[in-house]
């Protein structure tokens, strides 16, 4: 029999949150490690009984996965390390199983995978959109704007968002940035500036070489993957994007597919983090209060 959740206090999830206890993470092909924070959670044996029979059988939850910090960042030997990496081993832990991810080029790549069955999950970070929960259970886990990273030592002229007009931007393509940039393109063009100029990739790290490489002048990312290039790699600057530049708070999601029925118990997992602290402490460890929700939610587009 399963040992029922032992609730810690928020104090506690912080204080390890804080310390940055040995780094930990997935790695590609292996189960659940423990959480960088050194929290091991207790499974809540409900939730585990409600996992659809065939996660159930397998004991693993196939995850799918994109090169792009600090969600993901994929080493040399293959592991797996992130924001992600520390959400996917919480949920392991409450629910019983393993967690696997497997890298892929992609939202696109991990949406027809998901559908096509060889993922359970993929954790973004992707907008929760009515058109994609057709097909979709979203859980909204955090929110956040679109940013333009650029090396500290560019020529390029880059002080304000507006000085993106007329310039090459690196994008990850079919990515809720490369809509947040075609925002920003008319916004340029109906202020008689010049219009952006979209370079597509597949992951954030190919951005990023972009805007070394001089293939683009700034790459484009969620503020929290700007938050991690500037502060956890350096040598770059970042600008935001405002509403008045077409830039909408997106709510970033984790997607399972509806006919999995996986969805509904993964939500609940989350309210069991958010309840105990270990959002709040994943969340603090990685610098990314700013852009946390006060819950998570199921389905959020469709609700709107």
């Known amino acids: 029999m399963r040992r029922p959740l032992r609730r810690r206090s928020r104090r506690t999830i912080l204080a390890a949150a804080a310390l ?8 590609v092909g292996a189960g659940s490690p423990p ?6 959670l207790a499974v809540v044996q409900s939730l585990h009984d409600a996992l659809p029979q065939a996660i159930k059988d397998a004991g693993v939850i ?15 030997d293959g592991s797996v390390t992130g924001i992600d990496a520390d959400f996917q081993a919480a949920i392991g832990q ?4 393993r967690t696997r991810t497997t890298v892929v080029a ?17 954790n973004g970070p992707v907008k929760a959109t009515a058109e ?19 090396p500290t030592g560019s020529t390029a002229g880059i002080a304000r968002v507006e000085d993106l007009c007329g310039k090459r931007v690196a994008v990850v393509t079919a990515s809720v940035v490369e809509d947040q940039l075609n925002k920003l393109s008319r916004f340029c063009t109906e ?3 010049p219009a952006t100029r979209t370079v597509g990739l597949d992951d954030t790290d190919a951005t990023l070489l972009a805007t070394r490489s001089g293939r683009a002048d700034a790459a484009g990312m969620t503020e929290a993957a700007a938050i991690d290039v500037t502060q956890r790699q350096g040598g770059n600057k970042y600008v935001t994007q405002t509403e008045a530049q077409g830039a909408t708070k997106d709510d970033l999601a984790l997607y399972v597919p509806k006919s999995s029925k996986l ?13 105990d602290g270990t959002y709040v402490g994943i969340m603090s460890r990685w610098g990314l209060n700013q852009v946390s929700v006060p819950k998570p939610v199921l389905n959020a587009a469709s609700q709107g």
């Not at 959480?35 to 091991?40: C, E, Q, R, S, V």
């Not at 196939?62 to 040399?76: I, K, L």
């Not at 992609?106 to 993929?122: E, H, I, S, T, V």
């Open 191 to 193: 202020s008689k500036r």
């Open 94 to 97: 409450v629910l019983g199983v």
């Open 20 to 27: 940055g206890l040995a780094a930990g993470g997935c790695t």
């Open 263 to 275: 969805g509904p118990v993964l939500q609940k997992v989350f309210e069991e983090l958010f309840q």
């Open 35 to 40: 959480l960088a924070t050194g929290t091991n």
């Open 62 to 76: 196939r995850f799918a996965g994109d090169s792009h910090p600090p969600y993901r960042t994929v080493a040399p």
């Open 132 to 150: 994609r929960e057709k097909q979709f259970d979203t859980i909204t886990w955090m929110t956040t704007r679109t940013a333009y990273v650029f």
């Open 106 to 122: 992609g939202l696109p790549a991990a949406l027809q995978g998901m559908l096509g069955n060889r993922y359970d999950a993929f």
